[in-house]
């Protein structure tokens, strides 16, 4: 029995494609994520170290989000500009 596997990335590649060249790969596909597929199932998923460093700052907003949605409504301290 065959079970589907979603995979998150328009663009693939086999395992022994990206052995055989990756540099060309990584130039065709850019900041694009690719899905390494072995036995034509997701084994891994390839990032540019650009689009590696934009999900880490995604990554980052959110959790700074969630802390100023936390502290929101606590308690606040009036400071002048000069004060600064």
Do not use: C, W
Not at 55 to 61: G, N, S
């Amino acid at each position: 029995m065959t079970i589907a596997q979603k995979i998150y990335a328009e663009t693939t590649v086999s395992m022994t494609d990206l052995r055989r060249d990756p540099k060309s790969i990584m130039e065709i596909v850019g900041d694009l994520p690719v899905a390494v597929l072995n036995h034509n199932k997701p084994a891994a998923y390839l990032l540019s170290a650009n689009a590696y460093e934009a999900l880490l700052e995604k990554i980052d907003d959110i959790e700074l989000a969630k802390i100023a949605k936390e502290r929101r409504g606590g308690k606040t301290v009036k400071v002048s500009f000069e004060d600064l």
